[in-house]
């Protein structure tokens, strides 16, 4: 069975503080993702990663870094956390497939993350 | 550049009801197109998909047939049931190897029993 784990359920950090969120899949999958995801605004990427050590900005990178050493770990950090980023945040995911399209990403429990 | 609309929810239905939850896109080229369902405390996990115009996605008795004319994937399930309650997610795949989607804002679902 596919398998996406997260580090954290729930995390309660406070402002200021540097956060590390870790993700890492069995799968043997090229491509990782971080997004957020808040009320009313969906899923929104902040950063991919399509190969070790490779990463590219997503549609709100900003506050953000990622780090991929091995292929299948992908960490999202927070430098210095702030109350807007309190959010749930998800990892996926999915191999490079044919590059026809169609390759389902797979998906974390999520973490819950309150920045006080 | 690429972008999903979803009807805004909460849609709340009554079992056995029929749901249609609409989901229109923008897109360049030829996308994939998704439907992601997330239960209550858990991540997303694929719903049905559709790679190519026409194409019809099943799954657990929903459908969605990608329409490129309408450029729309709406879905649809016959019956609904209590467990079907759940955040419905339509996304797309541009053209490319990345892998990224785009994702619609989302749509509750309620079931009453």
């Known amino acids: 069975d596919v398998k996406v784990t997260q580090s954290s359920r729930y995390l309660v950090k406070r402002t200021g503080e540097k956060v590390f969120l870790e993700c890492v899949q069995d799968?043997?999958?090229?491509?990782m993702f971080w997004y957020r995801q808040d009320p009313g605004l969906g899923l929104r990427l902040i950063y991919f990663?399509?190969?070790?050590?490779m990463k590219e900005k997503g549609d709100i990178p900003e506050g953000y870094s990622v780090s991929r050493e091995k292929k299948e770990r992908f960490s999202l950090i927070l430098e210095s956390a702030s109350t807007n980023q309190t959010s749930m945040y998800l990892c996926?995911?999915?191999?490079w497939g044919t590059g026809r399209g169609g390759e389902t990403q797979y998906f974390g429990p999520g973490t819950r993350l309150l920045v006080l | 550049g690429n972008s999903v609309t979803q009807m805004e929810g909460p849609v709340t239905l009554s079992e056995e009801a029929f749901l249609t939850i609409n989901c229109t896109y923008t897109?360049?080229?030829?996308?994939?197109l998704f439907w992601y369902v997330q239960y209550p405390g858990e991540g997303l996990q694929l719903l049905l998909k559709?790679?190519?115009?026409?194409d019809k996605g099943s799954n657990k008795g929903f459908e969605a047939t990608y329409r490129k004319e309408t450029t729309s994937f709406h879905l649809e399930k016959g019956s609904v049931q209590v467990s079907d309650s759940a955040v419905y997610f339509c996304?797309?795949?541009?053209?490319?190897?990345?892998?990224?989607?785009?994702f619609g804002q989302g749509t509750t679902l309620q079931v009453k029993p």
């Open positions: 990663s399509y190969d070790v050590k």
């Open positions: 897109a360049t080229g030829y996308p994939s």
């Open positions: 799968m043997d999958h090229e491509n």
């Open positions: 996926a995911s999915s191999s």
């Open positions: 996304a797309l795949k541009g053209s490319g190897n990345t892998g990224k989607l785009i």
């Open positions: 559709a790679t190519k115009a026409d």
